[in-house]
Structures are given as C-alpha cells and as structure tokens.
C-alpha cells in the first residue's frame, strides 16, 4: 500500500512539473480524426512519446513509427540547431505532453517552443510534407520594408544554400546577418530535419520563404514560418548561438 501510494504521489508531482511549464509557443491540432480513450491507438501514441526524447540523435533530432493499419503512429522531432542535447531532450518531454492536452484525443498534432518541435501522425510513414506551415511575427514594421526585404531575401538565399548542402548532412542548419542601406541588422536562422535530401530542403526552404508574399507578417521586421520540416526565423536582434562559420553579408554602397 506504502509502494502505491508513493508511485501515485510521483505521477501527480511530475504532471504537476508538466503543466507548469509554460503554454506552447505554437500548436496546431489535426483534423484526420479522433482515437477513443484506452484504445491502441492511444496506447501506441503514449509509448511512441514517452521513447522519443532518449532516442533522438546528438542533434537533436528523431523520427519513428508504431503499429500497424489504422492504429500506426509516425512522430517527427527536432531542436533548434543551437540547442544542447539535455535542453533538447526536456523541450521535446514538455512538448509531447502539452501536445497531447492542447489536443485532446486528436490523432495528428503539430506543436513546439522556440528550442523544439514535434508533429505525430495517425496510419502512414512520416510524409516529407511541410504542413502545416504556421506563421508568427513581430509587431512592428521595418523602416523602408521594401530596402530590408531584399536584403532579407539575399541572406536567406544564402543560408538556404549552406543548410541544404552542409558538410555535416547530420545539421541542416545555418544563422547569419545582413546590413541593409538604412543600417539596419537583420539576424536570421534556417533548419530542416536531416532526413531530407539536400535538394527536397533546398526547395522546403524556397516553399517556406515564398509563402511570405501572402503573408501577414509581409514587411515586418521580425517573424518566422514554422512548419515539421524546415522553418525559418528572422529578427532584428540576435535569437540564437552564434557558431564559428555564421555568415554575414552588407549590401554595396556608392
């Protein structure tokens, strides 16, 4: 009865530790259906969850499946390139929990903080589809948005083409900064899940950024496309780690 007890006190303590971490930053609840409570389908989808965190990669990054016919679970996730494996691994623990509670009895979701993410799917293999892609941005307007933005476009042209075709095919991943005319800093990051060939995160990146011109975050000076298989970020102030081979550009002046 002591041993009950005590095993009854731990799960209620590390729920609570669960719920108090804080909402997710972004969530989005599929509509391929709902499972029944205590069915297979919820019990592959609690196994699948519990396992990812200790199995991901030293780079932060995971993708399995479970089951078979229509009680298959597939789960993909990543961390931000600059995050360490032990912040990965207590991101990806809180995601997969608040995912679940953010999307009751739903058999597809898609949600993450800024340091990770983690999409499940119900009866297929992990597709290499960027969907959902979800949008945030920041407030404020960039002065002379048309200058920044295409100073915006030639640094993500750029860190496309060095997280597409990295040496380490392990990290798809780069961050970097632009000076537009009006001297304004633009810092951004790209990243893809490394299972994508270096062409289909290439043309996910190309996807990701062309999706701005409809927008709403269009001529703002921050904002980021978030989506299972690549995203991208830019601010006007500095959001990640700085690695040694970070790529910079200004643009010409006469």
């Known amino acids: 009865m002591a041993i009950q007890m ?14 108090a971490q804080p909402n997710l930053l972004f969530t989005n609840c599929g509509n391929n259906g709902d499972y029944t409570q205590s069915s297979v389908y919820q019990s592959n989808l609690n ?13 932060g990054f995971y993708n399995s499946s479970i089951g078979g016919d229509n009680n298959m679970v597939s789960a993909i996730v990543l961390c931000r390139g600059d995050v360490d494996l032990n912040k990965c691994r207590t991101c990806v623990d809180n995601v997969a929990q608040k ?10 979701a898609f949600g993450g903080y800024d340091e990770c993410m983690l999409q499940y799917y119900s009866g297929r ?43 380490d095919p392990r990290r798809k991943y780069a961050t970097g900064q632009a000076i537009d005319r009006n001297y304004q800093t633009i810092y951004a990051l790209v990243q893809c899940t490394p299972d994508l ?23 703002n000076r921050g904002s980021r496309q978030i989506g299972p298989r690549c995203n991208f970020r830019y601010e006007r102030s500095r959001f990640f780690k700085s690695p040694p081979n970070e790529c910079s550009s200004s643009p010409g002046r006469t």
Not at 6 to 19: A, P, Q, S, T
Not at 138 to 167: C, I
């Open 197 to 219: 060939s270096p062409q289909d995160c290439f043309d996910c990146l190309t996807d990701a950024y062309g999706a701005m011109a409809t927008c709403p975050c269009n001529g």
């Open 125 to 167: 293999p992990i597709p290499k589809s960027n969907l959902p892609l979800l949008y945030m941005w920041d407030d404020g307007f960039a002065s002379k948005p048309e200058e920044f933005h295409q100073e915006l476009k030639k640094l993500m042209d750029v860190l496309r083409g060095v997280a597409a075709y990295s040496e």
């Open 99 to 108: 995912l679940i509670r953010s999307c009751p009895n739903k058999k597809e």
């Open 6 to 19: 005590l095993l009854l006190f731990l799960i209620i303590y590390l729920d609570g530790i669960i719920l």
């Open 47 to 59: 196994t699948l969850l519990s396992s990812i965190s200790s199995n991901m990669n030293n780079y």
